[in-house]
């Protein structure tokens, strides 16, 4: 039979049943952007006449990684929020207010590139004005779940204490991008992209709009992906405006459940957490992002224990820096052992499923994506354990592969990455976009976008104003 590819490795891992479905000497056959078998090379081999192959000789084949939640748009003014409390108003609005299309859209484009380039094969984007970012997850090959921002609060500075200013006109608005956007790309190129509705949060969007969003959403057969319970702003604004909690608010309005993707969960104590699984909403964590921006690690081991399932997201490269699935992945093992004071929790193996398989199924894509299964779209990296940081290799009496991987993975180890069976890199060199350009052009749009954002910045006097004073930045 005649395919398009075989992928030739000695070390598998398919994430088959519960653990890590680890493989020896076995390949994979894709036809027509799907895996239509997996076994023994030879057996394969005899089976099979490829148009290609891709041979890792010293390599270890995965499951794309699933990056569940990003401001890919953000990328373009990276690292302009750390080491600093109310980080969204001090530190990215001034940024954020002087942002045009093309500064969004090279932020987008550099976003992207930096996550296929670590092993990201399905990317989730949230925010406003997505269509730069459908086009260039298109474009790049990468698949793809939008989150189109809907908010109806203004882009104004808010003080402690002082009530959100909703504009009906602005919800509305945000609104009919979603669905325009939906219309033009949900299920774009065979299902590879796909559009969500992406309330930002619970006090960004009135009652009336929260309810009518997550209606709309599953009479077009959509998920709802929001923020949630997501830090002291959040609950601050909703007990202001409604009396009660984030989790018993959106819960009273009978939002939360199977359809629901939750983002962060910062602030919900254990009973709101364990409503939240209960329900059947998934979770999302961002491990780097919350410990930078806020000190926290938001409760996925509690959500965990109540049946829930969690993916990782690496937010906004504002806040953490980056969007690699290798920082997301140790830093979800580390804080979690830090804060539960045991190296038993969170091991290696779980967070690696996180970031595929359990991360796929969290935002509606496992039966899609994040396993090496015939049937599945074959979206599949190359790690090479030739790298000095996986290195050396054991298999025996015990496998060190997934944890070096890991605690010693740091992105530039993926060689190879193929997304619904197209090349997308080969051996570091991306094939669907030109670095060079991208970088270029990040740079141009950072230069001209921090200087109209210079007096807003100065105005905004926060304490990275003050670190510049100091020279200590």
């Not at 076994?39 to 699933?66: D, I, M, Q």
Request: proline share 5%; charged share 20%; aromatic share 6%.
């Amino acid at each position: 039979m005649k395919v398009d590819l075989l992928v030739h490795a000695p070390h598998m891992y398919t994430m088959a049943g519960e653990g890590l479905g680890y493989r020896c000497g076995e390949s994979v056959a894709v036809d027509r952007g799907k895996i239509v078998a997996a076994g023994p090379r030879e057996a394969l081999e005899g089976a099979y006449t490829a148009e290609r192959t891709v041979e890792g000789h010293h390599h270890v084949l995965l499951p794309g990684f699933v990056d569940c939640h990003m401001h890919t748009r953000h990328a373009v003014y990276r690292g302009v929020a750390q080491d600093i409390t109310n980080w969204m108003w001090g530190g990215v609005a001034p940024f954020e207010a002087a942002g045009t299309p093309a500064a969004r859209l090279a932020g987008s484009r550099l976003a992207m590139a930096e996550a296929l380039m670590s092993g990201t094969t399905t990317v989730g984007d949230d925010g406003p004005d997505l269509i730069g970012s459908a086009e260039t997850a298109a474009a790049f090959g990468l698949r793809a779940n939008l989150s189109p921002r809907i908010r109806e609060v203004d882009m104004g500075s808010y003080g402690p204490g002082e009530l959100y200013r909703f504009f009906p006109g602005l919800g509305q608005e945000s609104l009919d991008a979603c669905l325009n956007l939906f219309d033009r790309f949900h299920n774009y190129d065979n299902g590879r992209i796909r559009v969500l509705f992406g309330p930002q949060g619970a006090d960004f969007v009135s009652r009336e709009l929260m309810v009518r969003v997550c209606r709309m959403a599953k009479e077009v057969g959509t998920r709802v992906h929001m923020h949630f319970s997501q830090g002291s702003r959040e609950d601050e604004q909703i007990q202001l405006r409604h009396h009660m909690r984030p989790v018993a608010y959106l819960d009273s309005l009978g939002v939360i459940d199977e359809n629901l993707i939750a983002v962060h969960l910062s602030s919900a104590t254990e009973e709101e957490v364990a409503l939240t699984a209960r329900r059947g909403a998934s979770m999302i964590f961002c491990p780097s992002s919350i410990g930078v921006i806020d000190g926290e690690v938001p409760p996925a081991k509690i959500f965990l224990n109540h049946g829930g399932l969690v993916g990782l997201g690496s937010d906004q490269s504002p806040g953490n820096n980056n969007h690699n699935m290798f920082n997301e992945m140790k830093l979800a093992a580390v804080l979690n052992k830090c804060k539960y004071g045991t190296p038993l929790v969170f091991p290696a193996w779980k967070v690696l499923r996180m970031a595929t398989i359990e991360g796929a199924r969290a935002i509606g894509l496992g039966d899609v994506t994040g396993s090496i299964e015939p049937g599945k779209a074959a979206d599949l990296i190359l790690i090479d354990l030739r790298q000095p940081s996986l290195s050396p290799v054991i298999t025996s009496p015990m496998r060190n592969i997934a944890a070096n991987l890991v605690y010693a993975g740091r992105g530039h180890e993926v060689d190879t990455v193929i997304a619904a069976g197209k090349l997308l890199m080969e051996h570091r060199r991306p094939l669907t976009f030109d670095l060079d350009e991208v970088l270029d052009s990040v740079q141009q749009e950072a230069e001209s976008l921090a200087e109209r954002a210079t007096p807003r910045f100065q105005e905004t006097n926060s304490i990275i104003a003050e670190y510049m004073r100091n020279d200590q930045l």
